[in-house]
C-alpha cells in the first residue's frame, strides 16, 4: 500500500515545477523586459517627434494658404489670442 501512495506521490511531485524553476523563468523573463524596455520608449519618444512634425507641416500650411489669399500677412497668435498679421502690426506702428 505505501508503494502505491509512493508512486503517485512522484507522478504529482515529476508533474509540478520547482522553486528554483520558477525563479529562473522569472529572471529570464525580467532581463527580456530590461533588455526591450529601452527600445520601446526611443519608438514612443520616435512617435511622438513624428507627430509634432506632422503638426508643425499643417501649421506651415495653414499660415502659408492665409498669406497667399491676405497680402503675404501672416497670421499672429500666441496662446490662442490673436493679435492680428505682421502686416496690421507694421503698417499700425
Known amino acids: 500500500m505505501t508503494d502505491k501512495n509512493d508512486s503517485s506521490f512522484r507522478s504529482l511531485s515529476m508533474k509540478a515545477f520547482t522553486l528554483v ?3 529562473v523563468v522569472i529572471v ?3 532581463l527580456l523586459v530590461a533588455i ?3 527600445s520601446i520608449n526611443s519608438a514612443v519618444e520616435l512617435a511622438k517627434q513624428t ?3 506632422g503638426k508643425m507641416v499643417s501649421l506651415y500650411k495653414a499660415a502659408a494658404a492665409y498669406a497667399s489669399s491676405h ?3 501672416v497670421p ?3 496662446r490662442g489670442v490673436s493679435y492680428g498679421t505682421i ?3 507694421t503698417t499700425s506702428g
Open 28 to 30: 529570464i523573463l525580467t
Open 71 to 73: 497680402r503675404g500677412d
Open 36 to 38: 526591450v524596455a529601452p
Open 51 to 53: 507627430e509634432c512634425r
Open 76 to 78: 499672429i497668435v500666441h
Open 87 to 89: 502686416g496690421e502690426l
Open 21 to 23: 524553476e520558477l525563479l
